[in-house]
């Protein structure tokens, strides 16, 4: 039987977690509460790749309060030596009672051995407390372990009548500051974000995070990296003067065979990173490019991309939510629209499940997924 | 001093005016409460024109107690003579001590005449009580006493792409059974419906309210009669056999030229009205054609038509409050827009105010209004 104090105690965990929102990367966030009946003795979260895990966090809190103690964690701890050592050798080595665990660890060639771990030297184990509410902490983290692919959140800012831009491609801006400062901190989440080399040519954007625009982020780690630019961009066209290549941290996928055009070589040579994958009539092989990303170990990917290659994203079902910025203003039918996408019938249509609705400023933000 | 006894009296009146929602057409939508202190002892609300005023089946409740009693009413009791005694007389008659008003009779012609006759035989008057609540009740009715011409409502059902149908024309239904009944409803409060000969050539509607469609419509009083439908219909191309035309109580807009063609004459046949009003390039002249409806005693207008006449009641800031049905699928770019609209920069882009945003089934419906 779950108690209501269990139940208090992960959901402290799981609010721990989420103050490593912008900086955990490539790692997953994690939180820990370690507690004595009702009173809590040790509190930790994961801020950092390569600082230490929550577990460590909360135990080097509780000292030897941590001695017969209830340990609630929202992913499984770690049964490997790897930049820090195990987290489940470190709750052993303090002589907790019990161990509460949201989820498993994803990666199926570890996952369980943690909790095996602690059972084996007699430590009440119990799986999949807030289940739910402790995976969605690590969407991107859960996908690749799992499917070697990133969490995908395509990012559209549209007008009520559907547009992204006028014909001209004038775009800024359709949403208020308020929006603006939202997307940072959305960016701010992600590993990585892709464009298109269209996009790139047409409006030059930098996409980066700019802390100072993300406004009030609480009691959040400050973000710890940039996140990786990623440029689908078939020929290498990319130009070396590009805001998105200043700072560096940029990967371009392109076709194969212009890896070895004077283009792509200028680019390496200013430290880009190039890699040749499949292109099809309209645009990248979204589905390779996926697998790339996760092979790089993005967990979570934001698209920030024009038409096309949002049309691909939505047509072949790759998109895990749709972050729709929506404006209270008409552009007219003759702006762009926010994807291309030729549907025939109304069976064809595309549905969508509203997961979260706010208003941001004078704008509307939906997160919807795929129904 | 306004009491909090006296907005709560008015607030009363307000929400009982609301019961006529669907029913007192052309007339106003008027409640009144009469109170001796904090006792209500009388509560009317006209229900359909014809019937007694709110005023009358207020006092008719209240009987001998009106005597030097405390009236709230939402609009100035008449001072004239027409289907029914003037309402200022019958309060006089009952001996009533003091009279709250929401708002004066919008006609110029007679407004404060009514609290005038109240005042000449020694009536404490006040005026304005809840005024902009109480004018809220009938913005058609107001909007058509003082500018000639009938409140405008635009209904859009549309995905969030910005679609209203396919490129076939294919749009059943975007939107789900709830919203659906929501604009039956909003039918239902309608004096008139316009819609485009387009539409009637391609979806062939019939524009009716259907009451089992209304869903649950609480207190309100059942729809009186149907809205007049208008057809802007150039060439009178109107088939004999649309099924807007069964039922009769159609009123046809063409062009002068067009009152003398064969069509014009089989459809007059019908019983079918049609008046000759000037036309554009792009359209009917949507000025002359609403100052037409004023002068037809149409109070709220629905439009409910193509992206052609829609795109002309935008662009012409016609528009008194935009009712956007979203549905949270893509129906793709290939689809139809919502208005057509050229709009050339950012800077002409149409904005609008969300006076109500909610959720209706699985779609939203948002009110808005120009900025």
């Known amino acids: ?99 509460f665990v949201g989820t498993l660890d994803p990666n199926p060639a570890v996952a369980g051995r943690g909790l095996e771990m602690l059972r084996e030297v007699g430590i009440k184990v119990s799986e999949g407390l807030m289940a739910d509410e402790a995976a969605r902490l690590n969407p991107g983290f859960m996908k690749r372990m799992t499917r070697g692919r990133p969490w995908v959140r395509l990012k559209m800012a549209a007008s009520l009548d559907g547009r992204t831009s006028m014909a001209s491609g004038e775009s800024q801006w359709i949403t208020g500051a308020a929006a603006r400062g939202d997307v940072q901190r959305l960016r701010a989440m992600s590993d990585a974000i892709l464009t298109g080399v269209g996009t790139v040519l047409a409006d030059d954007p930098s996409l980066t995070v700019r802390r100072d625009e993300m406004g009030d982020i609480g009691d959040a780690t400050d973000p710890s990296r940039q996140p990786l630019r990623v440029i689908a961009d078939r020929d290498a066209r990319t130009p070396p003067t590009s805001r998105i290549l200043q700072g560096g941290n940029v990967h371009i996928f392109c076709a194969s065979s212009a890896l070895s055009s004077g283009q792509a070589q200028d680019l390496a040579a200013l430290g880009i990173s190039l890699t040749g994958v499949a292109w099809r009539d309209n645009g990248v092989d979204v589905p390779e490019l996926l697998d790339a990303l996760g092979e790089l170990g993005i967990n979570e990917l934001l698209v920030e991309a024009g038409p096309t290659l949002a049309g691909t994203f939505v047509r072949e079902n790759l998109v895990d939510e749709l972050w729709l910025y929506q404006a209270p203003v008409f552009l007219g039918s003759t702006g762009r629209p926010t994807a291309h996408l030729a549907l025939e019938t109304m069976a064809d249509k595309i549905q969508w499940r509203v997961q979260d609705r706010r208003q941001v400023g004078d704008d509307q933000r939906l997160i919807l997924v795929p129904r």
Not at 25 to 30: L, Q, T
Not at 45 to 69: I, K, N, T
Request: aromatic letters at 6%.
């Open 1 to 99: 039987m779950i108690l209501d104090r269990e139940r208090a105690m992960m959901a402290r965990a799981i609010q721990l977690a989420w103050r490593g929102r912008y900086s955990t990367h490539p790692n997953p966030r994690v939180g820990c509460v370690i507690a004595r009946g009702d009173r809590i003795v040790g509190e930790g979260w994961h801020e950092r790749a390569g600082e230490a895990h929550a577990e460590v966090q909360a135990l080097s809190q509780a000292g030897h309060d941590a001695r017969g103690a209830t340990v609630y964690v929202t992913l499984e701890p770690c049964s490997h030596y790897g930049r820090t050592p195990p987290c489940a050798k470190a709750l052993i080595d303090a002589g907790v009672a019990q161990v």
